[in-house]
């Protein structure tokens, strides 16, 4: 057998941090067309599916089963996860006692884990049964949430209804109140717009937990503790504090300056494969503007909109523009929503995109095992303890 040479790849390797550019499989779920500015799922334009009319739940259909649902098939599919909404008391308890002890997304993430623990087909690891608990935790991310949301107030948790539509429910759920119209289509277009999202940290860490053949449960768990960091989903929150400290539309041009004097980055910016404007950030930037007036709080959008005008023209020939959590959090908090929730609410849609991802590698799976550059010693001289200095 032919010796390897240390510290060398076997075969020709360009590396780049971060694995940019590194391809993982081959997958006709979504398509980021980072140099035009588009989303496309399963060949459907977020655009479109937006404004279509199926709602949250067609987006779902669409990505695990990989084709639009007839209405008939997609009242089936409304019908089988609105009594799928419900969680277990076991998980309402868990919520009860931590969900004011940490963060949101850290005892979303703990739930996930504990419906694991009560799921006695938890370790059977096939395509039937990986579809069925996607299809559960699709229909019980939103109580999860709201029921968190709930929960750090000290409000009592409100049950799931099955007549109503998950977007209505979830945040009725989570306000106590029946929501209008207005605010029940906002939600269900930000549920649509976050479902899925390519080859992204998140769902990247849920495929490689997926491809041990480990159960599902630890791969979704896997993918909502890396959603949770501020370089990815984490961002919603952290852009909301941004505007919040710059408090005045009049001093974002000195807390850019400052910013960019501390070499900060300025959450909200910024995208690994766009480098055109986020079409998930152009379609909330009007409803963030409507939101932010019918609450009394245009001044964070108008903070945001010269934060933007001012990182464009200084970074925009870089390809750095707003993404997908800039203008977010301005909608959510004008819903009522706290902070801390945005991005559990990130988690809600995207349990569908990581689920379709990971069923369809399942049939084809391969472990995920990379390398690294090697950049150590060799050949250290091996000292026992009791003779280190
Ligand atoms: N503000 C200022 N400069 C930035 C920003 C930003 N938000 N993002 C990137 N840059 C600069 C960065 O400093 C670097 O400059 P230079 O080449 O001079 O060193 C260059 O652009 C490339 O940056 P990078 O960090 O190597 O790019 P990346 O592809 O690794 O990172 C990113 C992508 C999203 C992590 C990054 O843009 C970022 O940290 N943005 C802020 C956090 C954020 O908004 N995240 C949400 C992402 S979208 C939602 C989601 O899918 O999670």
Known sequence: ?????????????????????????????????????????RGYSIDDLCAGGGGYEETAYLLLNGNLP??????LFNADLALRRSIPQEAKDLIVQIANKCHPMSTLRTAVSLLGCLNPREFEVTVENDYDIALTLTAQFPTLVAAIQRARRGEFLIEPDVTKGLSEDFLRMMTGETPDARTVEVMDMALIIHAE?????STFSSMVTNS??????????????????PLHGGANEATLRTFQEIGDPATTEDWFAAAKEKKVKVMGFGHRVYKAYDPRARLFDPIAREFAERAG?????EIAKKLEALVV?????????????????????????????????????????????????????????????????????????????
């Open 1 to 41: 057998m032919a010796e390897e040479k240390p510290r060398q790849f076997v075969g020709s390797v360009e590396f780049k941090k971060g694995l940019e550019g590194a391809i993982t499989n081959e997958s006709a779920i979504s398509y980021v067309d980072g140099a035009n500015g588009k989303l496309i799922y």
């Open 70 to 75: 007839t209405q008939a098939e997609l009242d």
């Open 197 to 201: 999202h390519g080859m992204n940290a």
């Open 212 to 229: 041990s053949l480990t159960d599902f449960y630890s791969s979704i768990v896997a993918g909502i503790g890396s959603l949770k960091g």
């Open 297 to 301: 709080t245009s001044h964070l959008y």
């Open 313 to 389: 023209a200084d970074l925009g020939g870089k390809g750095i523009f707003p993404n997908v959590d800039f203008f977010s959090g301005i909608i959510y908090d004008a819903m009522g929503i706290d902070t801390d929730m945005f991005t559990p609410i990130f988690a809600v849609p995207r349990i569908a995109g990581w689920s379709a991802r990971i069923l369809e590698y399942l049939p084809e799976n391969r472990l995920f095992r990379p390398r690294a550059v090697y950049i150590g010693d060799l050949e250290s001289q091996y000292t026992p303890i009791a003779e280190r200095g």
